[in-house]
């Protein structure tokens, strides 16, 4: 009698003791939606929606810096190779070098414009810019004119 007394007693306070656990824990989840509830709320405002497109924003400037930092850039040997293929009474008036970066390759977009004096002139430079650039040079449409020429090429360029 004595021990089931004992054995009675101890299993309710283990009872006990897990009724009690029960309710801290479930009063500790409750308290923990309700801090999500209030922390969703504050990303719901447009301050911090405007907050978070602006380092959205810097972070992919920096994304952007970094890989420019990052990769070097050739622009010399461009140039160098540029200039060894102009032809006398040649000049450039404008040269615009960007970088285009795909998942498979690098390759550098180079566009030239300027002017030639005549066709002979201006299709020895697309060839010469075709061998030294092993690709193909794209061409404006300046070549109807039998002289004094104003000329524009596009050459991609493998790094």
């Known amino acids: 009698m004595l021990l089931g007394g004992l054995i009675l007693s101890f299993f309710f306070c283990l009872i006990l003791i897990l009724y009690s656990i029960k309710i801290y824990v479930a009063s500790e989840a409750e308290s923990q939606k309700l801090v999500i509830e209030t922390t969703g709320k504050e990303f719901e405002k447009p301050e911090t929606k405007e907050l978070m497109d602006k380092i959205?924003?810097?972070?992919?400037?920096f994304l952007k810096l970094n890989s420019f930092y990052q990769e070097p850039l050739y622009l010399t040997d461009v140039l160098e190779k540029v200039s060894n293929t102009l032809s006398p009474?040649?000049?450039?008036?404008?040269?615009?070098?960007?970088?285009?970066?795909?998942?498979?390759?690098?390759?550098?977009?180079?566009?030239?414009?300027?002017?030639?004096?005549?066709?002979?002139v201006l299709f020895d430079f697309r060839k010469n810019l075709e061998k030294v650039f092993s690709t193909k040079v794209d061409v404006g449409d300046s070549w109807i004119k039998p002289a004094d020429f104003r000329f524009v090429f596009s050459v991609k360029v493998n790094k």
């Open 56 to 61: 959205s924003s810097a972070n992919k400037n």
């Open 89 to 120: 009474g040649m000049y450039l008036n404008n040269f615009s070098y960007q970088k285009q970066t795909s998942e498979q390759e690098e390759k550098f977009e180079v566009v030239l414009s300027g002017f030639a004096p005549n066709t002979d």
